[in-house]
């Protein structure tokens, strides 16, 4: 499927930021974990031992929209799936790391090889395994129904659980307070034209 359509970016406008004194104004990078965040959690087998996941279609504009608004996305998940790979080429993602363990050390590397400051990250997980690199994060943020230990860390709860639509509501948040939201949307989906 050829997403481009959506993120076709006729308006340079779109990557200023209206509101200048967003708390978020600094964000260039926007992490996002898959299992439980983009997926409810669930991890299904078919009869040839595929794996199998469930995406919700909310969360491809709050991606595009990102997009259109000159932020980077980046996918950093502890498992490989080949639903996954495909499913973030649809959304554009810029990163797609899959497979990674120590997602606290990949980020630091990350971090040090692209001289990228704490304020300009934003992280969005919902299990013990974000919670040490989410604190290498500005901005983080969660699903509804993630664990204890990560809400309680975050400075955003989404009221939406992972695999409904819980990413496109973060990045809402943010590109709302960003003044960038509404304009970004009317774009991507030739909303007034």
């Not at 600094?26 to 199998?52: A, C, H």
């Not at 993602?93 to 300009?120: P, R, T």
Request: glycine share 8%; aromatic share 10%.
């Amino acid at each position: 499927m050829n997403t481009d359509y959506y993120t076709k970016n006729d308006d340079n406008e779109l990557m200023h930021i209206q509101n200048v004194d967003s708390k978020y104004k600094n964000i260039k990078y926007i992490i996002v974990d898959v299992d439980g965040t983009l997926t409810d959690g669930g991890i299904y087998y078919d009869e040839n031992n595929n794996e199998v996941k469930k995406f919700n279609t909310k969360d491809a504009a709050g991606f595009f929209a990102a997009k259109v608004c000159g932020i980077k996305t980046m996918i950093l998940t502890g498992r490989e799936c080949n639903a996954t790979t495909r499913r973030m080429k649809e959304l554009q993602v810029d990163y797609l790391n899959q497979e990674v363990l120590d997602k606290k050390a990949f980020l630091l590397d990350f971090i040090s090889q692209n001289n990228i400051d704490k304020g300009q990250i934003a992280y969005i997980g919902d299990d013990l395994n974000d919670y040490e690199p989410m604190k290498l994060a500005g901005f983080k943020a969660c699903p509804n129904d993630s664990a204890d230990e990560i809400i309680e860390l975050c400075d955003y709860v989404s009221p939406v659980n992972g695999g409904y639509g819980a990413v496109r509501d973060i990045m809402k948040y943010i590109l709302t307070d960003r003044g960038q939201w509404q304009k970004a949307v009317n774009n991507i989906f030739r909303i007034g034209t």
